[in-house]
């Protein structure tokens, strides 16, 4: 059973950086795209950023030049690094990976 596990949320002021890390329990991990979403109430989950396994990136538009995806494969492990956050990057942030989603972390981002 695949388990992705994030963690790293938490509360911040608006222009401050939080660092997001989600693991994965199985190596096929790495050779797949991954990414991260989020989510507010009576929304739908959007794409923050996804790596590929050759470690193309992709960013949605509201995070682009301020969130950057990372991996380290050795770790089974994606990051994700968020700086100048804003209020309205307040949600809930998925890992997804390997058809599977994580439980979700909480980010909030306060004026």
């Known amino acids: 059973q695949v388990q992705l596990v994030e963690s790293g949320g938490g509360l911040v002021q608006a222009g401050g950086s939080l660092r997001l890390s989600c693991v994965c329990s199985?190596?096929?991990?790495?050779?797949?795209?991954r990414g991260w979403y989020r989510q507010t109430p009576g929304k739908q989950r959007e794409m923050v950023a996804t790596?590929?396994?050759?470690?193309?990136?992709n960013y949605g538009d509201s995070v682009k030049g301020r969130f950057t995806i990372s991996r380290d494969t050795d770790k089974n492990t994606i990051y994700l690094q968020m700086n100048n956050l804003k209020p309205e990057d307040t949600a809930v942030y998925y890992c997804?990976?390997?058809?599977?989603w994580g439980q979700g972390t909480q980010v909030t981002v306060s004026s």
């Open positions: 790596i590929t396994g050759s470690g193309n990136t």
């Open positions: 997804n990976g390997v058809c599977s």
């Open positions: 199985i190596s096929i991990f790495n050779k797949l795209t």
